[in-house]
Nanobody, 120 residues
């Protein structure tokens, strides 16, 4: 089970840190990813991190603004989001899978999503 939290309402230029706590799985064995979906749009990949934090992958449009990290001792993955823009408004999901890859189909487990709203 994955439980995402940390979303909320923030002004343009603000920041948020999302958290995703895992339970019921051997967390360090899984790559973790963050995705988002805005109303009327497809779910899009944001970032992923390998089980041991050795490698990370980012979507081009978040590089330099978003940072993914994890704490295997706490079974938690984070997404630090800076310089937020209104177009970042979406429901943000965490996911667990065998590879830190972009396609959502490679992830086996999904959290319920946490809403991020960026006001202009």
């Amino acid at each position: 089970q994955l439980q995402a939290s940390g979303g909320g309402l923030v002004q343009t230029g603000g920041c948020l840190r999302l958290s995703c706590a895992a339970s019921g799985l051997t967390f360090s064995n899984y790559a973790m990813g963050w995705f988002r979906q805005a109303p009327g749009k497809v779910r899009e990949f944001l970032a992923a991190i390998s089980g041991g934090s050795r490698t990370t992958v980012y979507a081009e449009f978040v590089k330099g603004r978003f940072t993914i990290s994890r704490d295997n001792a706490k079974d938690t993955v984070y997404l630090q989001m800076n310089s937020l823009k209104p177009e970042d408004t979406a429901l943000y999901y965490c996911a667990a899978g065998p590879y830190n890859s972009r396609p959502s189909g490679t992830y086996n487990y999904w959290g319920q999503g946490t809403q991020v709203t960026v006001s202009s």
